[in-house]
């Protein structure tokens, strides 16, 4: 199959805004791909990811490029092995070798495959936002159903490997992907749920435990060997050595847990976010003992031998309870309305979010975002996706202050600008925006600039209102930011239409 057939279905399906025409073309690509090494790389490539991950070839290596050749002559499989070659290029002279890959495989590439692999290679095509679309033209490439393929790669968490599965194996290789202790699985999500007394109404038998404000966890025991991964599967062990003692020490040979990690001041009460978070890259043994991280369990998708994931979920804390003891989250089992309300007040005075309402007969929905886990907190939240920034005025001058803010398009389109703000924001945040933000950069004028749809950020708000300013429709009012989730990517950001589902519903 040729570079250049991915490189038009690129083109079309970003130039529709229409799920069906998306996926009708990208599920014609992938016929076309002819061994699961190619369906992997086509599928890497139209999300604008490359299947070795980072390559390190950096804006300065694509600068001077040779002449683009007249007549398209590559094939996926080429530029596969060409990304292959870089990435296993390292070493003393490797600066040289490097240069010389890249020139030979843009040498190879008409105009618009360079414009194309430049993309790729410096991130700009990546596509979260198209995960969605890439299911269903996975399902309909391979003539399975859409929720065998959703299962198989929630398990797996990878979507090239799924969609080589779908379209060599079909059904049954997609139904023999298991849960895998040691290989991270999609967490489950919750639904905003609008008082503990509607959730425990709508739940009931229910568990309803704190909502703590800090990060996700995923960890896997493998016997000795323990592996902690983020919300976003992305491995954390090496910066988590607390966790990985405690977990090593638990009375079991194979666990895996999920759960949200903090740490707590001397008085108890949580820590910041941002300072849970800051633990989650290169860590210093100072730095571990300056701000010791404590796991608070919620789930537990398998213990010694036995997978619980399609378990419901009162079987599911049962064998959390046995598992991790007094590592459990607070909460109560079946509670009376009394003891739910209590639950709640007494998180809210200790500091925390709210809390999670949670259906007892429930299995773990893995990267679903469903009404069995019901989310209660006072404050309403979204998260949004950065597109821009206003330059500031007086105070705030030489500094990138008004943020401009979208949803997500839940058909994989570009994010649809919601409001703007630039309150909340410290100066240390300003200061982060100024700094970064060039990173991110996709254009900019005189008053602001534009980025990339990358960065979420959590914004807190009183409420929606219809808008004709607005191209989605719908406006934020009086929004602040809460803070930056670099926890989130911008396919995890909020839609369109949970915006939309917040527009008081007009009377009569
Ligand atoms: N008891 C709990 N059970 C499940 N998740 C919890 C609990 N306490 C805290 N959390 C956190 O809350 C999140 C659940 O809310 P949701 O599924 O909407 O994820 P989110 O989009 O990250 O939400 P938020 O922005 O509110 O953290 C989890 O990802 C987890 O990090």
New binding site residues.
């Given amino acids: 199959m040729g570079l250049t057939d991915v490189v038009a279905v690129s083109a079309e399906v970003g130039a529709t805004r229409s799920r069906l025409a998306k996926v009708a073309a990208i599920a014609g690509a992938l016929r076309l791909a002819e061994d699961p090494d190619e369906a992997r790389a086509v599928v890497a490539f139209l999300s604008g990811a490359i299947r070795q991950g980072r390559i390190g070839a950096g804006w300065r290596t694509l600068v001077a490029l040779p002449p683009p050749a007249a007549d398209p002559t590559l094939s996926v499989a080429d530029v596969d092995v060409a990304f292959d070659r870089l990435v296993g290029t390292r070493g003393a002279g490797s600066v040289g070798r490097r240069a010389e890959i890249i020139a030979g495989l843009f040498g190879a590439a008409t105009a618009a495959e360079q414009r194309f692999l430049r993309a790729l290679i410096t991130g700009e095509l990546r596509q979260g936002a198209l995960e969605g679309v890439m299911l269903d033209a996975v399902a309909k490439a391979a003539d399975v159903p859409g929720a065998a393929v959703r299962r198989a790669f929630m398990l797996s968490g990878r979507l090239p490997e799924t969609a080589a599965l779908a379209l060599a194996g079909g059904v049954d290789a997609l139904a023999a992907v298991r849960l895998e202790p040691g290989r991270p699985v999609r ?6 749920g609008t008082s503990v007394t509607a959730a425990i109404a709508d739940l009931t038998p229910c568990l309803v ?9 995923q960890v896997h025991k493998v016997d000795n060997e323990i592996r902690v991964f983020t ?1 976003t599967l992305r491995e954390i062990t090496h910066s988590v050595p607390e966790l990985v003692e405690l977990v090593r020490g638990l009375p079991c040979h194979t666990v895996v847990l ?3 990690t903090l740490a707590l001041s001397d008085d108890g009460r949580p820590r910041p976010f941002q300072e849970t978070q800051s633990r989650f890259g290169s860590t210093t043994e100072e730095q571990v003992r300056a701000l010791l991280l404590r796991p ?1 369990f ?2 537990c998708l398998h213990l010694d031998g036995v997978d619980l994931i399609d378990e419901p979920l009162r079987a599911r804390n049962e064998a959390l309870n046995r598992a991790v003891g007094p590592h459990v ?1 607070p ?1 109560a089992v079946d509670p009376t309305p009394e003891e739910a309300e209590a639950v709640g007040v007494a998180a809210l005075a200790a500091g ?2 709210g ?2 309402v ?1 259906d007892l007969d429930s299995a773990y929905q893995a990267g679903r ?1 469903g009404k069995a ?1 019901q ?1 209660v ?1 006072p404050v309403h ?1 979204l ?1 949004l996706v950065v597109l821009g920034a206003e330059w500031g005025h007086g105070r705030r001058s030489g500094f990138l202050s008004n943020l401009h803010l979208g949803a997500r398009d839940p058909d994989g389109g570009p994010p649809i600008m919601v409001g703007k703000t630039f309150k909340g924001l410290t100066d240390e945040l300003l200061r982060w925006q100024t700094a970064e933000f060039p990173k991110y950069q996709r254009d900019r004028d005189d008053w602001a600039v534009y980025l990339r749809p990358e960065l979420v950020v ?1 914004i807190a708000l009183d409420g929606v209102q219809a808008s004709t300013r607005y191209p989605g429709g719908v406006a934020l009012r009086f929004a602040r930011v809460v803070r930056y ?1 670099p ?2 990517q911008a396919a ?1 950001a ?1 839609t369109i239409t949970d915006v939309r589902g917040l527009l008081p519903v007009a009377p009569g």
């Fill in positions: 967490p489950m999500l919750a639904s905003p435990e704190y909502k703590l404000d800090g990060a996700r966890i919300r999920d759960g949200e608070y919620f789930d989250i909460g925390h979010e809390v999670m949670k975002r886990w989310k907190k939240t998260d959590e989730r926890d989130k995890d909020d």
